[in-house]
């Protein structure tokens, strides 16, 4: 039985990690809470706010489901593995490989579970607009991942309905192996935006999981932790599959090549070359700040130089303007 815990940290429990100036007036402040894991030790060598408390990490638990897919015996190599753990724009790239992936295992987008959706892509929206398309469900952002576990059930036999049921074979491989990265049992479980479970876990332990992620080895006994090598060397091979032009882990992947995913409301995490990792939650919700308070951190932590964290936060669009012109910045403040 999942424990319960009911909700994430406070306001009260929070420090400031990003403000957005105008004008010279401050008009916007972000905050939430981060944590920096040592890439040699794994231990905590930054805390702000309370990386303790339980955190739903939306799609930036999606690596985890993806080395359960993996392990579990999904035939999936180059793009495919960045699609399974994607939370894609809807390219016309991303509607493609999520085609073929369904259909060279004899799958079509109506089995998916995920709910119909338009892109975030403008190119692919004014193309379906031009044609009078509507809405489907390989078009949300999360279809990849949905693809990916509808092929998990066919090559071993489970049941394709119901694949997002908590008792379905394949949730109860995910389940294990989230907590088997993280450490720990987690504290809560929810429906994701997608449908399938989602669980709740300090950001101490999404680090934890992620640092594992980042510094698996392709020669590794544990076969899951060969699966997670081949997952991160595919993302950061294929950064625009797992993201999209515009989405900050996108940015961080393509111009560092570290690992990095984003998840809704705020989660980000980034795990540098040397295993040093950043678990994030910026409490609003807003992930304008995320990406760029990441970056940041690794700065900080000195595995980042800053003329490569300037590079990189030149994707973000840090520049407030007024008139069309500069007036002010979204700008760090940890």
């Known amino acids: 039985m999942i424990p319960r815990a009911s909700e994430t940290f ?158 379905h074979p394949l949730q109860k491989v995910i389940l294990e192996t989230v907590e088997e990265f993280i450490g720990e049992p987690v504290s809560a479980a929810g429906i994701d935006g997608c449908g399938a479970p989602v669980f709740a876990m300090s950001l101490v332990a999404l680090a934890r999981g992620i640092r594992r992620v980042g510094t698996a080895r392709h020669d590794a006994d544990d076969e899951r932790d060969r699966a997670a090598a081949k997952l991160r060397d595919a993302v950061i091979a294929h950064p625009y599959i797992t993201g999209g032009a515009g989405e900050h882990d996108t940015a961080i992947v393509s111009q560092l090549g570290v690992f990095a995913k984003r998840g809704a409301e705020g989660v980000m995490v980034v795990s540098a070359h040397d295993g040093t990792t950043v678990a994030l939650k910026v409490l609003d919700g807003n992930l304008r700040a995320a990406g760029l308070v990441a970056v940041r951190l690794l700065e900080n932590a000195g595995v980042v130089d800053a003329q490569d964290a300037v590079r990189v936060r030149e994707h973000f669009h840090t520049t407030v303007l007024g008139g069309g012109l500069p007036v002010g910045e979204l700008r760090t403040t940890v």
């Open 10 to 167: 406070t306001v009260a429990d929070s420090q400031e990690l990003a403000v957005l100036t105008r004008s010279g007036f401050v008009e916007s402040r972000h905050v939430g809470s981060a944590v920096v894991l040592d890439g040699a030790s794994g231990d905590i060598i930054t805390s702000l706010g309370d990386p303790l408390a339980p955190v739903f990490p939306r799609s930036a638990m999606k690596p985890f489901q993806a080395v359960a897919m993996l392990t579990s015996g999904a035939p999936l190599a180059g793009e495919f593995v960045a699609l399974s753990t994607a939370s894609h724009t809807g390219s016309a790239e991303h509607v493609r490989l999520v085609t073929t992936l369904l259909g060279e295992h004899g799958l079509t987008q109506d089995q998916l579970a995920c709910p119909v959706d338009m892109p975030s892509d403008r190119d692919m929206v004014t193309e379906i607009t031009r044609g009078f398309g509507e809405p489907e469900r390989r078009y949300m952002n999360c279809s990849g991942k949905h693809a990916a576990m509808l092929v998990s059930c066919v090559v071993n036999g489970w049941p394709i309905e119901g694949y997002l049921d908590p008792g």
